[in-house]
């Protein structure tokens, strides 16, 4: 259940009141000269709390940097360092509540879901989009794999900037921003600010911005035990501690968390287990490289042949043709969901060195370990035919096709990220004439350390070794590489194991000479490979904000400030899949690093007040000028207007301009292999089918596209059986972007506790950072024409399936996108049967468009609807307390979706198809499919104890909800939508506080 509201000044000093000036604009309760401090220091007699709170003290001098304890009296000298944080503005005024599209996520919010990290929390806000590297992407790879990330109106979450108390996050060479590595244990609250803000906060802020802030001024003990299971029984656990301190000078905070996610197989989901297209279309997908080999071309009437289970594989009649059934399900093996693991420590702390200066300080450390698992590799005579001279040759005399999916051997990858972070700052003010400023300057270092572990792909090499010469010694009884007149003695060092010789016809479990069960084998082929990155990020600002002077209407407020980063990054793919020696996908380094300096200036101007029809009328406009030694300068400019034409009542309206500079990995990232899935436009029922460009090309009208082992494609997208190539480019510049926003704010007095908010948007992308897509570069080649988007694309004259393409990256798109957002949040009279709440938020798309290029050829094609671009997306959250108990209900609604219907050569769809009839922005028959809402339902209950403890139990999913089978895989390896929850969850929870 989120609030709509910006934090309002009149709320009572909290907890989290202290905070980075140096991140954000910052305001004063009052213009009163009290300490911050001047609150109330009322200490439980509690020896263990007062043992651990002196401790923390002494570290608090430790990290002021004071090497002397700082407990002190409390003094009623005035001091100005009372802070609240504002996310989207830099200027402290008097009232900024509903100012800004800002939802704030509290941390009683967070405590009343059921969900254990920050990412899934942001992932129900309607404002969300489909995850960037779903956990149900199991073939996804890289270095961003198990990350945690957000995107906002599903512009992508490198367009998402987020904060970390007001200051950046670390990002990896992609640019993508990890929330995992924030402990939830260490939340205050999250500040979602759904509007564009360059001008405030630099590049990525085009959708809007995430504002994480900790807590700080923790005073007591607090210890957090989790743990959830799903109905097939895979679980979910974390344990967190929060211990802090404070003093009349100084405070610090410490919070430390675990938390474990077991990972979750394919199989044991109804709509995974299956195939590609669930149980209603058994086989579908199925490989025919399968575990029991295959011999091509062999003695068997199809030509595709595998063995009688049990019998000779080198006798040639032992051998029939090869049955559905006795393909490779790759799912049986393959993760559905990852598994994560997280170790997470994080300290604040504040130490006030005058009544004006105050010096801060966050570290945090956390350590991500992600395991992921799929099939073992399809493995085919394009690594190496099977010798003429192999022992296990079942027609001596010429080498032999094969196909046989090392299933024995599945492909594992952990990844471990270890992430440092420091910050370090000075704030304080400072009075000229009725006038007061504040200042801070501060100091960032984000690093991240990958470390990823794989094993599944074999060394070419050794595997070609394997598949060479062999011959049975009659000495040691067993079949040895090489041949008896030159033999190569069984032990021998070869690619760092034993040449042992392998049998790719014998099948999964059948035992015997070249069995690929034989462990010796297995360390031969399949060596571990060691991939490594860094990334870091260092930032210094400075920042001044206050009045300059003052208005009829209000004082004239104005903040500005400077700004160096540097970004550097490299990720060194391990050497053999450098040089592309093993079955895995070969990839280069990428290595690169940028510079930019940063100044910026806004204005807060009042123009009416209190008259007519204006209870307040005010400007605010902000630009700010970013240098790049990459790629050049910006300068990115934003207008706001805020009226409140009677008491209770808000206007706002703004107008952004925005940029997201390239990442690293965009501008100096290597080339890169990938098995695409795609849709090929030539195939007979697609667009393209028989067009003269087509037909050009070779490809018959009833050409049938052919996916993995040369296999007739039975769904679509199909991937590919051949890699494909994507790239970098070091010519890229700036996305540009233009973001407006208005809407109204209103809580009626004669309906205390309800406010309501509606506010429009509207955001385009220009010269966006296209990472091109093999079906978009076909369908703009074969359907719109397009030359330029040729010049890649290779046929094979025989089979004519694609066989290679190039995808880079260019700054030729662009992306448009407009809705709404509704919301209602109403605190109930309190009844005799308790409190009740209601919040319901909501999100409408209108339209979200996008262009391939600026080519006049070159079409708008409309996303509403497709899975993840929800036309709706809808939260109701309704909360009950009496006394120690209480109950949180939340439904979450998603409106319908629509897929691309899989057709046969003739046009005539082999899945589920409702809207045969039709027709793309090309004017060509392209049948959808259209599925139905879908709603989830959670329900948490929780009660106080009497010795200071809270017990909960929560079911997410209450009613076991699954969503349609989405044949297109969107988000996801499987047929699924990856955002969707994939089954009831049931938790506890228990909160000890000291």
Not at 50 to 56: E, N, Q, R
Not at 106 to 113: F, L, V
Not at 533 to 559: C, I, Q, R
Request: proline share 5%.
């Amino acid at each position: 259940m989120y609030k709509q509201v910006t934090i309002p000044l009149t709320l009572p000093r909290l907890a989290f009141a202290p905070l980075f000036g140096a991140a954000v604009g910052v305001t004063h309760e009052q213009p009163s000269r009290l300490t911050w401090r001047e609150r109330e220091m009322k200490f439980k007699t509690n020896k263990l709390r007062d043992a651990v709170s002196y401790a923390l003290v002494m570290g608090a001098a430790s990290v002021a940097g004071t090497g002397i304890a700082v407990a002190q009296e409390t003094t009623d000298e005035a001091k100005t360092l009372d802070r609240i944080e504002v996310t989207g503005s830099r200027i402290p005024r008097a009232d900024i509540e509903n100012e800004q599209p800002v939802t704030v996520i509290s941390r009683e919010m967070i405590e009343n879901q059921g969900f254990a990290s920050v990412a899934d929390i942001l992932q129900n806000l309607t404002s969300s989009g489909s995850p960037a590297i779903s956990r149900a992407q199991a073939l996804a790879s890289g270095e961003d794999v198990g990350g945690y990330y957000i995107d906002l109106r599903n512009l992508g979450a490198q367009r998402t900037l987020i904060l970390l108390n007001g200051k950046r996050l670390g990002v990896s060479t992609s640019g993508l921003q990890d929330l995992g590595q924030i402990p939830v244990s260490a939340i205050e609250r999250i500040d979602v600010l759904k509007d564009g803000a360059s001008s405030l906060y630099g590049s990525d802020a085009i959708a809007g911005v995430v504002n994480v802030i900790t807590r700080r001024d923790f005073e007591g003990a607090e210890a957090n035990a989790y743990y959830g299971a799903f109905d097939e029984g895979e679980g979910k656990q974390s344990f967190d501690f929060t211990i802090g301190t404070r003093t009349d000078r100084g405070s610090l905070t410490l919070s430390a968390e675990y938390s474990k996610e077991d990972p979750v197989l394919a199989g044991n989901r109804s709509f995974s287990k299956y195939g590609n297209a669930g149980k209603n279309f058994p086989f579908s997908g199925w490989s025919l490289i399968s575990q029991n080999g295959v011999w091509i071309g062999g003695n068997c009437p199809s030509g595709l042949c595998t063995l009688d289970r049990g019998s000779d594989p080198t006798d040639p009649n032992n051998y029939h043709d090869i049955t559905p059934a006795e393909r490779s399900n790759p799912n049986e093996v393959m993760f559905l969901q990852t598994g994560l693991e997280r170790k997470s420590l994080f300290v604040s702390g504040t130490y006030d060195i005058t009544d004006k200066i105050r010096f801060t300080s966050d570290l945090g450390y956390n350590k991500r370990a992600t395991d992921q698992q799929i099939a073992g590799y399809p493995g085919n005579y394009g690594f190496g035919m099977l010798s003429a001279d192999s022992y296990f040759n079942p027609a001596p005399g010429a080498d032999q096709y094969w196909f046989r999916r090392f299933w024995e051997v599945p492909r594992t990858t952990r990844s471990e990220l270890d992430t440092l972070r420091v910050t370090l700052g000075l704030e304080g003010s400072f009075d000229i004439g009725e006038h007061q400023w504040n200042w801070d300057v501060g100091f960032l270092s984000n690093e991240n350390t990958l470390n990823k572990y794989g094993h599944g792909d074999a060394y070419l090499p050794a595997l070609q070794a394997a598949l060479g010469p062999s011959y049975l010694n009659a000495a040691t009884g067993r079949v040895e590489c090489g041949t008896a007149a030159a033999p190569i003695d069984y032990g021998t060092s070869f690619g760092g194991g034993q040449c042992i010789p392998f049998n790719p016809f014998l099948p999964y479990g059948q035992a015997g000479d070249g069995s690929l069960g034989n462990a010796d084998l297995q360390t031969f082929l399949f060596p571990e490979y060691h991939d490594v990155g860094k990334t870091k990020t260092t930032d210094y600002t400075a920042n001044l904000a206050g009045t300059l002077f003052t208005l009829p209407a209000g004082d004239v407020g104005m903040a500005f400030g400077v700004e160096h980063r540097n970004e550097r990054g490299r990720f060194v793919p391990d050497a053999v899949n450098q040089a592309g020696q093993s079955t895995g996908l070969a990839a280069q380094i990428t290595q690169g690093s940028y510079d930019l300096d940063e100044a910026y200036v806004e204005l807060d101007i009042p123009l009416l007040t209190d008259v007519p029809f204006a209870k307040e009328l005010a400007l605010n406009v902000a630009s700010r000028y970013s240098d790049y030694s990459n790629f050049g300068d910006t300068t990115n400019n934003k207008f706001q207007v805020r009226w409140r034409p009677i008491d209770g009542l808000l206007v706002r309206a703004t107008y952004a301009e925005g940029f997201r500079a390239p990442s690293i990995a965009d501008l100096y990232g290597g080339s890169g292999q990938d098995f695409a899935f795609y849709v090929d436009p030539c195939a007979g029922g697609q667009p393209g089918a028989g067009n003269p460009r087509c037909t050009a090309d070779g490809v018959p009208a009833t050409y049938v596209q052919l996916g993995q082992g040369g296999v007739p494609c039975t769904v679509s997208p199909c991937q590919t059986n051949t890699p494909f190539i994507s790239g970098s480019n070091p010519e890229l510049t700036a996305e540009q972007a233009k973001s407006k926003t208005a809407g109204v704010v209103w809580s009626p007095k004669w309906v205390e506790g309800l406010t309501v908010s509606l506010d429009w948007y509207k955001v385009t992308i220009d010269a966006a950072i296209v990472a091109d897509s093999a079906t978009s570069i076909l369908y703009d080649c074969y359907v719109g024409g397009a030359e330029s988007r040729c010049a890649s694309v290779t046929r094979d004259p025989t089979t004519h399936v694609v066989t290679g393409l190039f995808a880079g990256l260019n700054n030729v798109g662009s992306i448009e996108t407009e809705g709404y957002d509704f919301g209602v949040n109403y605190r109930l009279p309190e009844f005799a049967v308790g409190q009740f709440t209601v919040d319901w938020q909501t999100s409408y798309v209108s339209s979200y468009d996008q262009k391939a290029d600026e080519a006049p050829d070159t079409l708008v094609v409309g996303y509403v609807g497709t899975p993840g671009v929800f036309r709706v997306r809808s939260n109701l959250g309704v909360g009950w307390e009496k006394g120690d108990y209480s109950l949180h209900y939340m439904a979450r609604y998603y409106s319908g979706m629509k897929e691309n219907c899989v057709t046969n050569a003739a046009g005539v769809p082999t899945r589920p198809c409702n809207d045969v009839d039709h027709i793309d922005v090309y004017g060509e028959a392209n049948p959808l499919n259209h599925t139905g809402s879908n709603t989830f339902h959670d329900l948490q209950g929780s009660v106080k104890l009497p010795w200071n403890a809270t017990a909960s139990i929560g079911v997410n999913n209450l009613t076991n909800h699954l969503g349609p089978i989405m044949f297109t895989a969107p988000s996801s390896n499987f047929a699924y939508y990856g955002g969707f929850d994939i089954g009831r969850f049931i938790y506890v929870k228990y909160q000890q506080r000291f």
